[in-house]
Nanobody
Framework: QRQLVESGGGLMQAGGSLRLSCVASGRAFSGNAMGWFRQAPGKSRELLAAISWSGETTYYADPVKGRFTLSRENAKNTMYLQMDSLRPEDTAVYYC????????????????WGQGTQVTVSS
């Protein structure tokens, strides 16, 4: 049984918005830092945003800073990624991961991964 499940992906025009959700179960959520990653065709997986267990510490990669907002709702075992001002270059498969902050964000080592959700942004 997969312990992280993403949803909310789809097709959107440039400039639009999408909200991704990641629902976690069991050890995949409690006490863990979490992050959103993406992988575009022919490229390696990259960390976009990450959040500590308490939610007090967040990290955003430069390509999404100011456009994407990460949050988590621990009572619902859920993490969200609000994506605004979408661009065609945001097209990728988006994954959520959970695990440990090794030193400080963005140094996140994920022990659990979701199956991914496709986001496609048309121009």
């Amino acid at each position: 049984q997969r312990q992280l499940v993403e949803s909310g992906g789809g097709l959107m025009q440039a400039g639009g918005s999408l909200r991704l959700s990641c629902v976690a179960s069991g050890r995949a959520f409690s006490g863990n830092a979490m992050g959103w990653f993406r992988q575009a065709p022919g490229k390696s997986r990259e960390l976009l945003a990450a959040i500590s267990w308490s939610g007090e510490t967040t990290y955003y990669a430069d390509p999404v800073k100011g456009r994407f907002t990460l949050s988590r709702e621990n009572a619902k075992n859920t993490m969200y990624l609000q994506m605004d001002s979408l661009r065609p270059e945001d097209t990728a498969v988006y994954y959520c991961g959970s695990g440990r902050i090794m030193t400080r964000l963005p140094d996140l080592k994920c022990d659990y991964w979701g199956q991914g959700t496709q986001v496609t942004v048309s121009s």
